[in-house]
Structures are given as C-alpha cells and as structure tokens.
C-alpha cells in the first residue's frame, strides 16, 4: 500500500501532500461486543481497511482511527450492558469530531470525509462536522468541505442478494452477524473464531425504545443475529463494492 496513513509520515512528507489539496479519510468506530466469536474492534478496523484502499484509489490521506463511539443502542448494537462495550457520551463523540476537523484545517485540508463503522455514531458526527464547519467560518474559512457516510450504505442489492440468498434480515440486527464477520474473516481471519458462532434466529424488537434497557431483549450471544453464515469470500466482495462506490463517490463529491 502506498503511504496513506499519516500517523506514519513525517510531517514535511504530510504538508506537502495537504499541500497538493489530498482529501483526509476519518475512520470512526468503536470499542463494542461483536458476539463469542469475533474482537471487539471491527468498527475500527473495518472502516479502516476501506479508507485505506479508497485513500490508495483517489490519492487521498487517513487520519487514525476515532477509536471510541458513542453508546451502544439495544437495537442495533446489543446495548450498552455488555462487558468491554466501552462507550462515550454524545457530547465527547462530538468534540472530538470537531477538534479534529479543525487541526486538519489549520494544517491546510479542505477535503474530509469520515467513514462511519458504528451506527450510533451518526448524528453526533454529524453534529461535529456541523459545528467545526461554524467554527472555521468564524475564522474566515469557506472552502472545507466534508463528507459524512457509513460504508455498509454502499452495499447494493446485487451484493446483498449474492450473499443472503432472499434471506436479509436487515442492517438494523447485522450487529455481529454476516456482514461484519465476513469482512473480518478476509481482513482479520486471526481476530475471528468460527467454532464459537451461536445460532439464533434474528432478534425482534417492539418499534420503540425502553430505558432502562431489558438485557434479556438481546440475544444471550451479544449478536443480533447469527454469524453462522459468513465466509471470507463475502468479505471480499463486501469489501470491493464498498471501495468502489465509496471512491466513486468521493471523487464525484469532491469534482
Ligand atoms: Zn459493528
């Protein structure tokens, strides 16, 4: 891979490529449960892999990881209950999306684009993207741009119908299910246990919210719905579509 990752450059190295106007790729993940069988850091490392490979395609840069999130919801993460689900309150989320906007700007960016690997993390990103944006026009600068996506939003129906076979339970209850550890077991095979896979049907909830929470609404695994069929080979295809599009996109977005 060429040199993406700017935690790994020198900083002469790195002023020159803001310099020639290369837009900056955020990851924002999180440290949560992904079920028996798997790490707790694919929100990490699965926006990673994809703004490493789209960063290669469009000559852009990635920023490290935002390695934390915001609280993981009973209905699309498993809950906030779970052991090593390690959380942050909204407002911190927020901050820390503005702050570095902002340092990037100061450094010469004007093209941003975080990649979102946790569903709760929407709205507080957006909020931080919101806010820097008030922040860099108080100081006179017009021309930073962002974008803000997830990347499972890139995965069409042709992808979904090649690997769940009429049998999609939603994105809502892939917490931990076939998308992410099809991913993981072509990136991260190492981080993957396929031994330890529960199979569940997917779980069903009311459509509204309870506080607190009742545990026993999530599956006793940490998953919203089985893992049981993900295979490297979807991965791959995942990933590919994924890089594609999200390329695609960007240098459309960016034109
Ligand atoms: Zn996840």
């Avoid at 930073?144 to 769940?164: G, H, K, N, P, V």
Wanted: hydrophobic share 40%; with cysteine.
């Amino acid at each position: 891979m060429n040199q993406v990752r700017i935690a790994e450059l020198a900083w002469p190295a790195y002023a020159e490529r803001v310099g020639s106007g290369a837009p900056v790729l955020i990851p924002v993940g999180a440290l949560e449960q992904h079920g028996p069988h798997m790490s707790m850091n694919p929100d990490v490392l699965l926006p990673t892999a994809i703004a490493e490979r789209v960063a290669a395609d469009i000559g852009g840069l990635v920023a490290p990881a935002i390695a934390y999130g915001y609280k993981s919801q009973q209905k699309s993460g498993g809950g906030n209950h779970m052991p090593g689900t390690t959380s942050l309150d909204g407002s911190t989320v927020t901050s820390i999306i503005r702050d570095v906007l902002r340092e990037l700007a100061r450094h010469g960016v004007r093209k941003a684009v975080l990649i979102n690997g946790h569903y709760e993390n929407s709205a507080f990103i957006t909020e931080g993207v919101d806010l820097a944006l008030r922040e860099l026009r108080w100081d006179g600068i017009v021309d930073f741009r962002c974008i803000i996506l997830s990347y499972w939003d890139f995965i069409d129906q042709a992808t979904i119908d090649a690997i769940y076979q009429g049998d999609f339970p939603g994105w809502a209850v892939e917490h931990g299910g076939v998308l992410e550890t099809s991913l993981m077991l072509h990136l991260h095979p190492d981080l993957v246990d396929m031994s330890l896979v529960h199979d569940h049907p997917p779980a069903v909830f009311p459509p509204y919210d309870v506080f607190p929470i009742k545990p026993e609404w999530t599956p006793a695994s940490g998953c919203l719905s089985s893992a049981k069929r993900a295979r490297a080979e979807h991965g791959e295809l995942i990933l590919r579509v994924c890089v594609q599009g999200i390329s695609g996109a960007l240098r459309t977005a960016f034109d």
